[in-house]
């Protein structure tokens, strides 16, 4: 068993809906109880599953820790949907995960395991190629969007200093693939990929089973800290879609730029345009502390990363 | 995503596809050229090159491409460039290259030129006329990432971003690291300036002794003729958000775009090692960058004392 402790703890996952929480819920769910707390439904959920479906700013909530049996936390529970009013968006993100670690300290669990992302540092001209845990979270500073995932990795990073019996891990994974609907995913399952005549970054993925991977070494008694997390070695963007067989469109900045204004304001698409720089500058991250201190290694090759994102297709 | 956007999606994608016929007869007009520059290639500098480029030790994952990038194959036409422009353009002397020691070393060097034809020359030595070949890493401006071509370029062909914490990167992987002390000051200079030094910065002695890494001082020289500046005019520069703005004549002469064919000598001194705390004060550093500085210096002195000529 990957967890320090027996069977009967149980481990609270938020956002367990998501196509990420599924796969996180089937994992764990062989080794612990898993509560599960999400406003959407979970139709299709292994039957030893507990879900709650409200909203995480609820009351309820509390109700979850009342009996004093989660042994952990796993926050997956962050709202990316580009769409949604900022509003909105902040309050489920940021009030949303102020509420879970209230409750949290209140009742002393054990473990909180936060998932972040690499993109909280965002893409940068002068991003140095492989950035440590300690680089400054810049994503924010052209994609307002991103800014409340940055304040949740924040808030989480005071919480590991202000409780020190609490073992809190932040997670931050590069590009996800896999079935998982998020941008990077979206993005490479275009049938015709655009982008940036003239640029060509590196970048880092990494399968969706990996990351469940890395969510279980984090849960592991004794581990915690900030770890960043990726897949197989880099590799330039172009190489992707080749590799996915899809045909690429190479459109200037001068004119994507613009063209994607118009397109997201008529909501023709769902990639903001602030994300461009995705495929302009380089995001990359060092892994090593995860390699050394979690024992983590992607144990997806990079052909099988890049191809999960067509397992969903049919 | 609500369905209706998603078809939309697809529905634009689709006309995209259309348009996607162009790029696959450019791609086949491309790889037709590939396959006649790669022979043309062959026969220019010789089956010899292709061995040379083999025994590069590279650090390659499987798809070919090392974690910053750098891509053999289309390193191998970069090369092949500058190698024709060391060879027969610029037809360099190359001086005391045999010191370079193996594993991490820091090349550093005079900056001049206008243009960073002293960083390709420098690598090409380094390709063309050691055992093993290898392949120099230099630190590119910020600025210039955020060029279309000029990037990925770059990028392709094993240079990386200026950042403290790439050169730790690279010279821990024991890599061959090339730094102008003097940036955009040195480059930039005006030619009643030429062959002197400008301000050193401080930083790569810090992260040679943080490395533990000998230190090559290279004296270059035949840069500063290529291009006569006659000023800087630092307004037109600041407006167009670039670090210099060079006022060179020749460039409105036709072909005098190209550099001028001077002859450029390059020296390599020997190995300089330094001890101490890399976080010491900057009169400390100061004063180890000085003893590299002033090496230079005299090799600058002595090289253009044997020179006779700038063109030959």
Request: hydrophobic share 45%; net charge positive.
């Amino acid at each position: 068993m990957s967890s320090g402790s027996g069977r009967g703890s149980k481990v609270l996952v938020t956002g367990i809906c998501g196509r990420l929480g599924k796969n996180v819920a089937r994992v764990l769910h062989r080794e612990r109880d898993v509560v599960g707390v999400d406003r959407r439904p979970f139709p299709d959920r292994p039957k030893d599953v507990d879900h709650r479906q409200f909203d995480l700013r609820r009351k309820r909530l509390k109700d979850v820790f009342r009996p004093g049996d989660i042994e952990a936390i796993v926050h997956l529970g962050v709202m990316h949907d580009p769409r949604a009013s900022a509003a909105d968006h902040h309050s489920w993100n940021v009030a949303g995960f102020a509420k879970l670690l209230e409750y949290a300290a209140q009742y002393q669990v054990p473990k909180l395991v936060v998932l972040s992302s690499a993109n909280v540092y965002g893409p940068q001209p002068g991003n140095a190629q492989f950035l440590s845990e300690e680089a400054p979270l810049l994503g924010g500073q052209n994609f307002s969007e991103i800014r409340d995932l940055i304040e949740v990795d924040m808030l989480a990073q005071s919480f590991f200093w202000k409780w020190p019996t609490i073992e809190t891990v932040i997670l931050r994974p590069v590009h996800i693939l896999g079935t998982v609907r998020n941008a990077a995913s979206n993005f490479l399952r275009l049938p015709a990929i655009p982008t940036l005549l003239g640029f060509d970054p590196m970048v880092q993925v990494m399968h969706e089973n990996d990351v469940v991977h890395a969510i279980q070494l984090a849960l592991k008694k004794g581990v915690r800290g900030i770890f960043n997390v990726s897949g197989p070695e880099p590799l330039p963007l172009s190489r992707i879609i080749s590799m996915l067989g899809r045909k690429q469109l190479s459109f200037p900045y001068m004119i994507a730029r613009p063209l994607l204004d118009r397109l997201w304001s008529l909501r023709l698409t769902s990639f903001p345009p602030p994300e461009l720089d995705h495929i302009r500058y380089v995001c990359m991250v060092d892994d090593s502390r995860a390699k050394e201190l979690l024992g983590y290694a992607p144990k997806a090759d990079i052909a099988t990363t890049v191809a999960a994102v067509d397992h969903d297709r049919w | 995503m609500s369905p209706s956007i998603r078809s939309k999606d697809i529905a634009l994608a689709k006309l995209g596809r259309y348009a996607g016929v162009i790029p696959a007869i450019a791609g086949l007009w491309v790889r037709q050229s590939e396959a006649a520059v790669d022979a043309a290639l062959r026969k220019l500098l010789g089956e010899e090159f292709h061995a040379r480029l083999a025994r590069v030790p590279l650090k390659l994952g499987t798809a070919g491409v090392d974690p910053f990038g750098l891509d053999p194959e289309w390193a191998k036409y970069a090369i092949w460039s500058i190698a024709s422009l060391h060879r027969h353009y610029f037809r360099s002397d190359v001086h005391g290259i045999e010191q370079v020691p193996p594993g991490r070393v820091l090349l550093v060097a005079n900056h001049s030129g206008q243009i960073p034809i002293d960083g390709a020359l420098i690598s090409a030595a380094m390709f063309m006329d050691t055992e093993p070949p290898r392949i120099v890493r230099a630190m590119i401006e910020k600025w210039a990432q955020s060029l279309p071509f000029v990037s990925t370029f770059f990028s392709r062909v094993g240079q990386v971003v200026g950042v403290p914490e790439n050169a730790r990167r690279l010279l821990e992987q024991d890599e061959a690291l090339l730094v102008f002390p003097e940036g955009v000051q040195g480059i930039s200079k005006t030619f009643d300036h030429r062959y002197q030094l400008t301000d050193f910065g401080l930083g790569f002695m810090r992260l040679a002794i943080e490395t533990n890494t000998p230190i090559v001082p290279v004296a270059v020289i035949g840069g500063e003729e290529q291009y006569v500046s006659l000023g800087n005019v630092r307004s037109l520069a600041r407006l167009f958000g670039m670090p210099a703005f060079p006022l060179i004549p020749q460039l409105f002469i036709p072909g005098g775009q190209l550099p001028l064919p001077t002859k450029y000598r390059l020296y390599f001194g020997k190995p300089m090692a330094f001890e101490g705390d890399a976080d010491d004060d900057d009169a400390v550093i100061e004063a180890k960058v000085w003893r590299v500085k002033s090496t230079i210096e005299d090799m600058l002195a002595r090289g253009l004392k044997e020179r006779t000529h700038v063109f030959w």
